[in-house]
């Protein structure tokens, strides 16, 4: 039985299940390669599998992510590639997936696009993914199945250009209430940017911050979030913009 590693970057934790029910359709005895932790350089073999998750950020990869990404390697080492998004643009990160993946020695055998609840704008894409989307990612995780039985690699067209887009930093802030704050620490210790000073969470750094909202997902107090005149204009024309409901795109 090949050994499956679920490898993902993922501050809230969407990215994490839709990769998470992928590999368990295709092994539920998996290992995990979380990337919002792991910093550090590792090869697999050609008999692994890898099912490799990643948020999208303004239609790229999270920039820490993908260089964190770069440090893995396969060995002709079969990968299915998903890029998860908030309902709103893809752009070219499911192509810079790919292309990441290729570079770096994997088999690439199959891509998906998938739909989860918005990070940031909380209005768009509620409760995503939900039973349809469920459906179609096992669907499609069956699909692989027969692939990695058969054989055969990525043969359709990933959309995107090249160059990619700029990376672009959205211009909110993501604050801190401190009477809420209890000092637990655990956003010091999750945030992939080392933004925020253990001896004060409240005073993050916005140069670093890349507004993953690993920090706002993991306080046990509900104490950080988006704030700020430029979140709250954006926040109703953003919902409104992207309120139409997009569906998964498979590729092989
Ligand atoms: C900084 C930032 C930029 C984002 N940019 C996009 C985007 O370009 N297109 C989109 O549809 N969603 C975008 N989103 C939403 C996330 O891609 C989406 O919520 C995804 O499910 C987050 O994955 P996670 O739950 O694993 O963190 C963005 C979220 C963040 C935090």
Excluded: W
């Amino acid at each position: 039985m090949n050994k499956v590693v679920k490898v993902y970057f993922s501050p809230s934790e969407t990215t994490k299940k839709v990769v998470g029910l992928i590999a368990d359709n295709i092994n539920e005895e998996n290992e995990i390669c979380d990337l919002l932790y792991f910093d550090g350089e590792k090869e697999f073999s050609s008999d692994d599998i890898v099912v490799v998750g990643m948020p999208i950020f303004a239609g790229r990869l999270p920039e820490t992510a993908a260089k964190r990404l770069s440090k893995l390697h396969g060995n002709n080492t079969k990968a299915i590639a998903v890029a998860n998004y908030g309902n709103a643009q893809i752009k070219d990160a499911l192509l810079e997936l790919v292309d990441i993946l290729k570079e770096n020695s994997f088999d690439v055998i199959a891509a998906a696009t998938t739909i989860s609840h918005h990070s940031i704008f909380d209005g768009v894409a509620v409760g995503r993914p939900d039973e349809s989307d469920i459906e179609k990612i096992n669907e499609f995780s069956q699909k692989v199945i027969e692939r990695i039985e058969n054989g055969g690699s990525l043969e359709s067209e990933i959309p995107g250009n090249k160059p990619y887009v700029d990376l672009k930093q959205l211009p909110f802030i993501v604050s801190c209430d401190e009477s809420k704050c209890v000092f637990c620490l655990e956003c010091v210790s999750v945030c992939p940017e080392g933004a925020i000073p253990d001896d004060d969470p409240a005073d993050v750094d916005i140069d670093l911050c890349s507004r993953c909202t690993s920090c706002i997902n993991i306080c046990p107090e509900d104490a950080r979030g988006f704030t700020g005149d430029a979140f709250e204009a954006t926040k109703p024309k953003f919902e409104s913009a992207n309120a139409e409901r997009k569906e998964p795109e498979f590729y092989f």
